[in-house]
T-cell receptor, first 116, second 111 residues
Framework: GAVVSQHPSRVICKSGTSVKIECRSL??????MFWYRQFPKQSLMLMAT?????????EQGVEKDKFLINHASLTLSTLTVTSAHPEDSSFYIC????????????FGPGTRLTVL | GESVGLHLPTLSVQEGDNSIINCAYS??????FIWYKQESGKGPQFIID?????DKRQGQRVTVLLNKTVKHLSLQIAATQPGDSAVYFC??????????FGQGTELSVKP
C-alpha cells in the first residue's frame, strides 16, 4: 500500500512553545490529508481536513488558531501546535488520500507530543 | 449525532481460533467502510474495506461482512495468530471523504 511518513515521531517541548509536525506521502500525490489526535486507550478523533492549495476545514471544537495546518504541496502537510500546553499532549496522526476518486486513506506512524 | 460504535471493547481468543469483531454504524447513507488495525504506538494499518453495494468481502485470513438492514459491520479473522493482537477500528466514510472511527476493540491472542 501507499506510504505516509511523519516527522518527528516523538517530541517533548516546554509549555508555551510551538511544535511543527510534518506529514508526507512518499510514493503518491495526496490531494487531501487529514489530521487526527488520539488519547490513550481512545479512538482517533478527526481534527481537520487539509486540501492542497486551500484552507483547511476544521472539525467542530478544534481551534484553528491553535492548530495551524498548511498543505503547500501534493506530498506535504504540516500541523503546528501553537503555544502548546500540557493538555495538548497526545498522539497526532495524519492520513492521506490519493485523489478525489480514491476513498482509502493511508495513515502515518503518528507523532507523540509531550508538553511539559 | 452520527457515530460508529463497537459492541465489545476487549476480545480475548486462543491462538488458532477465529475472531469476530463487531461494529454498529448509525448513518444509513454511508457507502464505504474500512477496518484498521493499530498496534501500540503506531498509526492505523489498513486491513480491508467494503462498499455498501456488497455484503461480504474476503481478504487474506480476513472477511468483512456488511448488514445494511441493521447497520452492522463485522471483521472476521481466521486462525488468529499472536501477531494479530492489536486494537481494531471500524471507520465510516462521511461527506467530504473524512472518516469517523468507532471506539475500537482490543484483541488479545493467547498462545
Amino acid at each position: 500500500g501507499a506510504v505516509v511518513s511523519q516527522h518527528p515521531s516523538r517530541v517533548i517541548c516546554k509549555s508555551g512553545t510551538s511544535v511543527k509536525i510534518e506529514c508526507r506521502s512518499l510514493d503518491f500525490q495526496a490531494t487531501t490529508m487529514f489530521w487526527y489526535r488520539q488519547f490513550p486507550k481512545q479512538s482517533l478523533m478527526l481534527m481537520a481536513t487539509s486540501n492542497e492549495g486551500s484552507k483547511a476545514t476544521y472539525e467542530q471544537g478544534v481551534e484553528k488558531d491553535k492548530f495551524l495546518i498548511n498543505h503547500a504541496s501534493l506530498t506535504l502537510s504540516t500541523l503546528t501546535v501553537t503555544s502548546a500546553h500540557p493538555e495538548d499532549s497526545s498522539f497526532y496522526i495524519c492520513s492521506a488520500r490519493g485523489g478525489p476518486l480514491t476513498d482509502t486513506q493511508y495513515f502515518g506512524p503518528g507523532t507523540r507530543l509531550t508538553v511539559l | 449525532g452520527e457515530s460508529v460504535g463497537l459492541h465489545l471493547p476487549t476480545l480475548s481468543v486462543q491462538e488458532g481460533d477465529n475472531s469476530i469483531i463487531n461494529c454498529a454504524y448509525s448513518n444509513s447513507a454511508s457507502d464505504y467502510f474500512i477496518w484498521y488495525k493499530q498496534e501500540s504506538g503506531k498509526g492505523p494499518q489498513f486491513i480491508i474495506d467494503i462498499r455498501s453495494n456488497m455484503d461480504k468481502r474476503q481478504g487474506q485470513r480476513v472477511t468483512v461482512l456488511l448488514n445494511k438492514t441493521v447497520k452492522h459491520l463485522s471483521l472476521q479473522i481466521a486462525a488468529t495468530q499472536p501477531g494479530d493482537s492489536a486494537v481494531y477500528f471500524c471507520a465510516e466514510k462521511m461527506k467530504g471523504g473524512k472518516l469517523i472511527f468507532g471506539q475500537g476493540t482490543e484483541l488479545s491472542v493467547k498462545p
